[in-house]
Structure formats: structure tokens, C-alpha cells
């Protein structure tokens, strides 16, 4: 919404991380809009206007700050907007920016009719969704032309734009200059050419360390690597109807509060999608000073439960999550590492890479199906016992047919519920698949070995009564309660 000030001014005025992508600041005596913690010199209070969204600021004729960077400002907490239409709807537009779909196919997807899509979303965001899109490849298009030497043909296409002079013509048009003189303009580094690394921003403080120890943990070998404080892994999208597939790297620049994300240019057409799964994966949307102040309640019970600063996992890739989650019923992490190992290597799709380690994609959906009328003997051999393995099996069909909505949820627990309909899932697998797959920042797998250890002093009934305390966050209270059994283990 737009606003004057009603406290806004002051927040701006504090440069405080809490804030960040919260809202926005049009200055109507520069004509740019900004992050609240820029540190250009402050704008009296009389010329700034404050927005929810960029893409309000630049329907309102604000062009994107050089400095503060608008497009590095972290995402909002899907919390309070979990079951909004809106929200699905922006996330969506935001990973499809480039894909050319239409919102009327994003309507048919979230089932509702276009026409009430727009009025939702004008009611929340104050623009169209059309502007809303325009916003996204505009801003996916800054990144491209500042962080990278593609072309800006390349730029181009990879942000949506479909041709060279409808990019040149918009561009212009919102930001008063050419693709080509934006790039002359802006602060640029020494880039090489290949290179293909973009910044996502998020609020500090971020338990780094901590996020890479649990990934490491959970790392399928062949698909994922972590060394030298850098996750690397493969990926695979479809475009265009057809498979692309390549790496991508991911590093914390903590003093920017980014991390640098590198992909392999082959994937360059789908990199909206790929930027849109690391936000999950990794959680950047997260406000930890909220979170804490929710769960430091936890600290009563144990002053080493929960810590500022940690992250809710996500997932890159909701199948190869799920599946690794089924493996992962009843035996070790590192066993469950092992036989996800043995399916990536027997039907993983082979890649060639130059980082060590990473040799397949993880299999798709439609491969499982294709071994149905022997999966059991097929994945038998794998030392994947039989309910595993019909389970797996049932959640590619899922997959497949949309029969479960693994990636926009509006109720998580109606999904829960679905996924509990499955052989061989219960409640623990559900609530750890609502968890990671789904972002569901209040999912709690209760029965969870970990998370009982952890709470050892109380009974089962006593620790749900104890977690009412931690909605709507006690995902991130069983992450916290995680990394505190790791935090115990012996050094190796």
C-alpha cells in the first residue's frame, strides 16, 4: 500500500536488516526508489513514499536505486500468506518470469478465473499481475546486465522478454536509458565472460555453517557436494519440451548478506526457476528476528535450543526430497545417503561436470513409473525393501498427475492429509514433506527420533503442549532442536 510515512520514515532512517523487503522508498526528488537499508545519503521525509512491492514503486514511475540494488532485497515470509492467492500467484510469476506463461495459465493452475486472480492481486500488490511480471523480468534483467557479460541479446531472452527491441523499448521506457547505457553505467566489477553469477539477498543474521552441516549430511552422492564452503549440485528442467541440465554453485558473501548463485549456461533459460528453488532451498525469505523472538521461549527448557539466525531447509528438487525422506524411514541419515546413492547411480541420468562428485540428475518421476510393473525387483536390488519402494513409486504417480500440490500450497494440511493417503507414508514422513517440499514454517514431525532426544526430559504429549508455544514457527523449532543434537555429537 502506499504510504506517506506511519513509521516508515524511521525504519528507512535506521538502516536496520529487520526491514529489508519489507517495504520500499520512492524519492520524488531523485525519481528512484530504494531498499530500507541503503546507504545512500537519506532523502528528507517529505520527498519519500513508501510501497509494499517493487513493482509498485515502478508503477508509480520510480526507477530502481544503483546503489541499494532493489533486486537483491530479500522475499517476503510466506507465514501470514500461506493460503493467499496473491502470494501463490507472485511466487509463481516470479519462477515463470521467463517462460512465456500466461497469467491466465497461472489462473487455470491456481483454479480460479483470471478475472479474479487480477482482482486478488490488485487488492494485495496494488498492480496487475502483468505489471508484476514486468516488474520481475525487468529486475531479473538489472542482475543480468550488472553481475554478467552476456549479451544483451542473452540477457534478453533469458529474462522473458521474447525479443531485443521489446526488451531495449521497456527498459527504456521505466528506467530512461538503454539496456546497453545501463550497463556503461553501472558499478560493475572485473567479470569474465563465461561467468554467470547473481546475488539473492537475505536478513542477517544467517547460520551458514549450520545450513551446509545439514546439507552435507543429507547430500545424495552423485548429485550433491559440499566443500569448501560452497554447496554445488546438478540440475535438470524442462524448456521448451526439452530437458536441459547443468550445475549450479552456491556461496554466502556474508558482509553483502547475498549468496552468490553460478549456474552453467545451459541453464541461462530456466534461470528464474533455478533462482526461485535456491530462495527455497535455502531459505531466504526468512526473518529471523521475528522467528526468535517467537521461539527464544524454547531457551527456557535448554539455553542451547534454539539459536538467532537458523534456516528452514527447503528442497531444490520436491521428488528427489521426498524420496530421499522415504529412505530415510527407520535407519540412519547415512544409510538413507547410501541407498539414494545406489538409485542415482542405477537410474540417475548421467552428466557431464567438471566438479568432482557431481557424475547424475537424480531420477524423475517418469522414470520411476516407467520400472512400475517390477519396482519392487528393480529397486529390491538397491536394498530398497518393498513398502519403501511401492511408496516411491506412488509419490512419482503423484507427481505426475498433480494429485498433490508439492510446490504452492494453499493448505498445507489438506496436502498433509493426501500424502497420509499414500502407502507407507505416515505422519512423521507427511510433516517432514510439508516441511521441506511445501516451506511449511509450522510443520512439526512430534515422533521424530531427533527431535524426542533432543526434548528428552518430556513425554510425547507434553512436547506438543510444549510446542503450542512455537507456532506459527515450529518448523524452525525442529531445525533448532536438530542442530542442537549436532551440536553434541563428537568431533571427528
Known amino acids: ?42 532523502p528528507k521525509e517529505e520527498n519519500c513514499t513508501f510501497y509494499d512491492t517493487s513493482a509498485e514503486a515502478e508503477a508509480n514511475g520510480y526507477r530502481p536505486c544503483l546503489i541499494c540494488r532493489p533486486e537483491l532485497a530479500p522475499g517476503t515470509s510466506t507465514t501470514d500468506a500461506i493460503q493467499s492467492l496473491s502470494y501463490r500467484a507472485s511466487k509463481m510469476l516470479e519462477e515463470t518470469c521467463s517462460s512465456g506463461q500466461s497469467v491466465e495459465e497461472i489462473a487455470q493452475y491456481l483454479d480460479c478465473s483470471d478475472r479474479h486472480l487480477r482482482r486478488v492481486f490488485a487488492s494485495q500488490y496494488h498492480v496487475s499481475p502483468i505489471q508484476y511480471l514486468q516488474t520481475c523480468r525487468l529486475l531479473l534483467a538489472k542482475t543480468l546486465l550488472t553481475d554478467t557479460k552476456l549479451s544483451i541479446l542473452d540477457v534478453a531472452m533469458a529474462s522473458g522478454f521474447g525479443s531485443l527491441r521489446r526488451f531495449n523499448d521497456v ?24 561467468d554467470i553469477t547473481v546475488a539473492l539477498g537475505y536478513r542477517p543474521p544467517y547460520n551458514w555453517d549450520e545450513m551446509l552441516t545439514f546439507l552435507s549430511a543429507r547430500a545424495i552422492p552423485g548429485v550433491e557436494v559440499i566443500k569448501n564452503q ?20 552456491v556461496s554466502n558473501d556474508s558482509k553483502r548478506n547475498v549468496l552468490k548463485v553460478t549456474v552453467d549456461v545451459s541453464l541461462l533459460p530456466v534461470l528464474p526457476q533455478v533462482l526461485s528453488r535456491v530462495r527455497h532451498l535455502f531459505d531466504l525469505s526468512c526473518e529471523p528476528q521475528i522467528i526468535h ?3 527464544s521461549v524454547m531457551n527456557k527448557l535448554n539455553p542451547d535450543y534454539c539459536h538467532l539466525g537458523t534456516r528452514l531447509p527447503g528442497s531444490f528438487e520436491p521428488f528427489e526430497m521426498c524420496v530421499r525422506a522415504i529412505l530415510g524411514q527407520q535407519i540412519t541419515v547415512k544409510a538413507a545417503r547410501t541407498l539414494a546413492g545406489r538409485m542415482v547411480d542405477t537410474f540417475g541420468t548421467p552428466i557431464e561436470t567438471n566438479i568432482d562428485g557431481l557424475t547424475h540428475i537424480f531420477p524423475t518421476p517418469d522414470k520411476i513409473i516407467s520400472l512400475e510393473d517390477n519396482i519392487e525387483e528393480h529397486l529390491g ?23 498433490i500440490d508439492f510446490y504452492h500450497p494453499a493448505s498445507p494440511q489438506e496436502e498433509i492429509e493426501k500424502l497420509i493417503e499414500l502407502p507407507g507414508i505416515g505422519m512423521w514422513s507427511a510433516q517432514y514433506i510439508a516441511m521441506r517440499a511445501m516451506g511449511w514454517t509450522d510443520a512439526f514431525p512430534h515422533t521424530d527420533l531427533g527431535v524426542m532426544k533432543a526434548l528428552d526430559t518430556l513425554k510425547s504429549k507434553e512436547i506438543l503442549e510444549a510446542a503450542e508455544m512455537w507456532r506459527p514457527w515450529r518448523g524452525y523449532a525442529t531445525i533448532n532442536l536438530w542442530n542442537y543434537e549436532t551440536r553434541k555429537e563428537p568431533k571427528k
Not at 527498459?171 to 563465461?194: D, I, M, V
Not at 518393498?386 to 507427481?399: E, G, V, Y
Request: charged letters at 30%; proline letters at 4%; one cysteine or more.
Open 171 to 194: 527498459f527504456k521506457e521505466h528506467y530512461k536509458l538503454t539496456p546497453t547505457g545501463f550497463r556503461k553505467n553501472a558499478k560493475t566489477k572485473e567479470l569474465q565472460p563465461e
Open 381 to 403: 536390488l538397491l536394498g530398497i525393501i518393498k513398502t519403501r519402494s511401492n511408496t516411491i513409486l506412488a509419490l512419482a504417480h503423484a507427481f505426475e498427475d498433480r494429485s
Open 230 to 249: 560452497t554447496y554445488y549440485r546438478t540440475a535438470s528442467f524442462i524448456s521448451d519440451n526439452k530437458r536441459i541440465k547443468g550445475t549450479i554453485a
Open 293 to 295: 523472538e517467537k521461539l
Open 1 to 42: 500500500m502506499t504510504q506517506k510515512n506511519n513509521g516508515f520514515y524511521e525504519a528507512f532512517k535506521s538502516k536496520d536488516p529487520r526491514f529489508d523487503g519489507r517495504f520500499f522508498v520512492g524519492v520524488s526528488s531523485t525519481g528512484i526508489y530504494c531498499r530500507p537499508v541503503c546507504k545512500a545519503k537519506l
